[in-house]
């Protein structure tokens, strides 16, 4: 099996089974030496879309939290009194899984991915949205409290760094990188990830296969400084894409605006907020080198919309970035500019899109056919911010 891949998804994730997982078992005679890998570990920030093995997800866990004595139960990371207060949660493309060290397996909790949600919430969001797996480590400082008072904080902190170090070494011994990620709003990344008010959040540890290095680093420096606008609906976008999206843009050192058809904080329809200083009606193509359109159910106020569709005409005529993603392709459409184009979006909108000429993709989660690029939802964010990085670079 090529890639970690459960057996049964497809139900909603507030119905997913809690389906169990056994992982294989852990390697425990590597072909890199612990010196080599210390001496190799460095923190890596961007990541290929390649998904990450079975045996590789086995072996990062097994080195977090793995069992190295069943008698006692004690464990590959050090504990105060044995107490192991941590758990172990893998957020994958496929969803949401606990890992369990008494059978060294893994327990769905979701079948989603959720990792754009969870770099809304985060520093560093493209290497959160964009790692294979990002590894969240909880603690239950309940389990320290009787025993160790009001030292109780301080030795889960000191266990989640272990573990922490653990994972890191391990991946470089995979041939894989990694990146710690301690800045994130604790309640908002527990939200995400539907944690009871037992866990806390502790740290978020981003492991993946590293982009290529001169690619990416050659794209983000040709792009800074460039300028692209994010138009939101006026009620109802999807945060997700608009996070998503911009936090690689950020990161690229992308000037950002965001416009809509009315100015000031927008509710977007999972409640979160953002804040758009630009009417639409005021916008000038002139002033930027990406117009991007991010979808949600408000996106359809802008379908046929006179001023909308000059803004995307112009866009055109002027050899700009052009972007929308989610249901935002179909406001395109109506602006008669894909004819012929290859162009995805969420899954919804495909046959207005082929209605419109566009060459329709169902398979890829991104397309960038010169200057267009479309992207099919929340998932898509971060490749989707990559691949405007990239345009405006000129690559």
Known sequence: MACFVPLCLGRSRSRAPQMIIQLTDPNLEGDMSLEEALAKRRSVRQFSSQPLKRSQISQLAWAGQGITEPQRGLRTAPSAGATYPIELLFVTPEGVFVYRPADHSLMQLGNQDIRNGLAAAASMAESVAGAGCDIIVAGAIRKLTDQYKDKARTYMHMEAGHIAQNIQLQAVSLGLGSVTVGGFNTKEVRNVCKLTRTLEPLYIIC????????TTETSTASAAGKKAALIIASQSFQEEELFGTKSVLDAAQVQTAIASSRTGVIQGMLGNMAEASIPVNRLQVDDFDAIIFIGGPGAAEYVNNPTIKNIVNDTIRKGKVLAAIGVAPTILASANVLAGVQV?????????????????????????????????GPQAAAQFGRLIVDALAGR
């Not at 046959?351 to 479309?374: F, H, K, W």
């Open 207 to 214: 492991v993946g296969y590293p982009a290529s290095e001169g």
């Open 344 to 376: 995805t979006s969420y899954f919804t909108e495909q046959e207005i899109l082929r209605q419109a000429g566009a060459i329709y993709d169902t398979i890829s989660p991104v397309q960038r056919d010169r200057q267009i690029i479309t992207a099919t």
